[in-house]
């Protein structure tokens, strides 16, 4: 039953934006009741909350996978990485209706994505931070959580501003993250935004 509602709010959801998603039009779709519903999520906010948990989720498994096949190489990984989140802001048709309704100011899941503790910001932050301390234990801590800060805060940006080029953000976000960590820069040619998408889940 919850993958269940789960599944039509996502399709609701990136059909016609959040906010008009509505818990009894959820039940109809879900086939279950709206006490169940209740019971299950407390309120609609809980339904917002755990779909973008689901989505979190999703995204940071397919983000930890880019970074693991680039380990060789911290600037080409950071760009990857920053290439496929923004792939996904594109592709993503739940994350591309929320990113376009928050463009707009009307939509109320763009808090859980972005300025709340959990699960999205600080779940990216957490596994950045965690994976620049494994390949590059020799660098200060406090640098290395500079530059997963700097690569997550400004994916979120680009994400929500994109650039007419969207294929320039990836090496522009390595290289900044590069120059915190006191590293060189990635020599390699860029990565394009659409070269990184890990299989959906």
């Known amino acids: 039953m919850r993958r269940r509602v789960l599944d039509e709010a996502w399709a609701a959801a990136a059909e016609n934006g959040w906010d008009r998603v509505r818990v009894a039009d959820l039940a109809k779709r879900a086939e279950v009741s709206r006490p169940s519903i209740y019971a299950e999520f407390g309120d609609r906010a809980g339904i917002g909350q755990a779909l973008v948990r689901r989505e979190a989720d999703r995204f940071l498994s397919g983000l930890?996978?880019?970074?693991?096949?680039?380990?060789?190489?911290?600037?080409?990984?950071?760009?990857?990485?920053v290439g496929y989140a923004l792939a996904e802001a594109d592709r993503n048709p739940f994350i591309k209706a929320v990113l376009r309704a928050a463009r707009g100011g009307t939509d109320a899941l763009l808090p859980f994505l972005t300025s709340r503790p959990e699960p999205v910001l600080t779940?990216?932050?957490?596994?950045?931070?965690a994976w620049l301390g494994d390949i590059l234990p020799q660098i200060p801590e406090d640098r290395r959580a500079e530059a997963a800060d700097l690569v997550v805060r400004l994916s979120i940006s680009?994400?929500?501003?994109?650039?007419?080029?969207?294929d320039t953000a990836p090496p522009r976000v390595a290289r900044a993250a590069c120059a915190a960590l006191g590293i060189s820069p990635p020599t390699t040619p860029r990565v394009s935004?659409?070269?990184?998408?890990?299989p959906s889940l």
């Open 158 to 166: 680009h994400m929500m501003l994109p650039s007419t080029d969207p």
């Open 64 to 81: 930890s996978g880019v970074l693991r096949r680039h380990r060789t190489s911290t600037g080409l990984a950071l760009q990857a990485g």
């Open 123 to 129: 779940g990216a932050w957490d596994l950045v931070s």
């Open 193 to 198: 935004v659409n070269a990184e998408q890990a």
